[in-house]
């Protein structure tokens, strides 16, 4: 069985240029959410995919944008790339019951050095 | 907005020893409240959470407890060791209809000294 899986897992881009992480759900899952976490701080939550839609949005930019494709596996696109956005990029898997709560399972994450 | 707030941000325990970490939140809608342990360079790993209808749960040395009237919930691990040194995360959920998407505390660092 599969856990959360990402790609790639380390990446370095210059500033203003275009990124694009992936991510597959743990098997069973079909729920994406993606969070940035800086060095040293919390995660932050980014977006949540479902049905290939944006579902939840935190507190980011449009810059930050989104897609799930019908296998559940999804992508972060960050556009117009700037020095703070260098962090862990962590993409969590979960099942939506609407009558019950399921565990959210986080991949390796994506770590992004923009230089 | 959901807002989590953790203390002790540092905590130092003999091996052997208990540890406790607590935490708040905002939003009287947060249902779900899990635990993450993060080890340096890694993934947070999920090592326990508890339901919003449930007042505490305990897993071998691990234990939760939750307060929803005071918006409080806390961490307990008992004997203490070193593989227990890492970073905890609190979180609360937000959001109800479509899986689940958190609020994470600040974190606290805990070194298990040997």
């Known amino acids: 069985d599969a856990g959360v899986t990402q790609s790639p897992t380390h990446l370095i881009k210059t500033r203003g240029q275009q990124v694009t992480l992936r991510c597959s759900p743990k098997s069973g899952h079909d729920t994406v959410s993606w969070y940035q976490q800086a060095l040293g701080q919390e995660p932050q939550f980014i977006f949540q995919y479902y049905e290939e839609e944006e579902r939840q949005r935190g507190n980011f930019p449009d810059r930050f944008s989104g897609h799930q494709f019908p296998n559940y596996s999804s992508e972060l696109n960050v556009n117009a790339l700037l020095l703070g956005d260098s962090a862990l990029y962590l993409c969590?898997?979960?099942?939506?019951?609407?009558?019950?709560?399921?565990?959210?399972?986080f991949g390796q994450g994506t770590r992004l050095t923009v230089v | 907005g959901e807002n989590v707030e953790q203390h002790p941000s540092t905590l130092s325990v003999q091996e052997g020893d208990s540890a406790v970490i607590k935490c708040t939140y905002s939003d009287s809608a947060s249902n779900y409240f899990p635990w993450y342990k993060q080890e340096l360079g890694k993934r947070p790993q999920l090592i326990i959470d508890i339901r919003s209808n449930v007042g505490e749960k305990k897993d071998q040395r691990i234990a939760v407890t939750l307060n929803k009237t005071a918006k409080h919930f806390s961490l307990h691990i008992t004997e203490t060791q070193p593989e227990d040194s890492a970073v905890y995360f609190c979180a609360a959920s937000i959001g109800r209809n479509y899986g689940q998407n958190f609020v994470f505390g600040p974190g606290t660092r805990l070194s298990v000294l040997p």
């Open positions: 969590a898997s979960s099942l939506v019951l609407f009558l019950a709560v399921t565990e959210a399972f």
